[in-house]
């Protein structure tokens, strides 16, 4: 396996005690763990918060794997479609 490309989107629902990656990422990485043996040695993540005073509502994560696997994941509550 090379590669994990997740895109996981939805509009409205805003959480005003976590962010984004707290309630949406979480499911990918409990995923990833499941099916490979290997955690990641390197993580990237970019979030931004489109509403002062609010969680970040958008990221963009990349996950670097010894194996030379990556990962990416694109979550949002931003997204006009699900």
């Known amino acids: 396996i090379y590669y ?4 996981r989107v939805n509009l409205g ?9 707290s ?3 979480v499911h990918d990485f409990a995923i990833i763990d499941h099916l490979f043996e290997e955690h990641p ?9 489109h509403f ?5 509502n958008l990221a963009y994560i990349s996950l670097f794997y010894d194996s030379g696997m ?3 994941i694109n979550v ?3 997204a006009p479609v699900k």
């Not at 994990?4 to 895109?7: G, I, S």
């Not at 629902?13 to 990656?21: E, G, R, S, Y």
């Open 4 to 7: 994990y490309d997740a895109t």
């Open 13 to 21: 629902l805003f959480q005003k005690d976590v962010n984004v990656i």
């Open 23 to 25: 309630d949406l990422a």
């Open 41 to 49: 040695n390197a993580v990237s993540a970019s979030g931004i918060n």
């Open 52 to 56: 002062p005073g609010t969680p970040e």
């Open 70 to 72: 990556i990962a990416h």
């Open 76 to 78: 949002s509550w931003l």
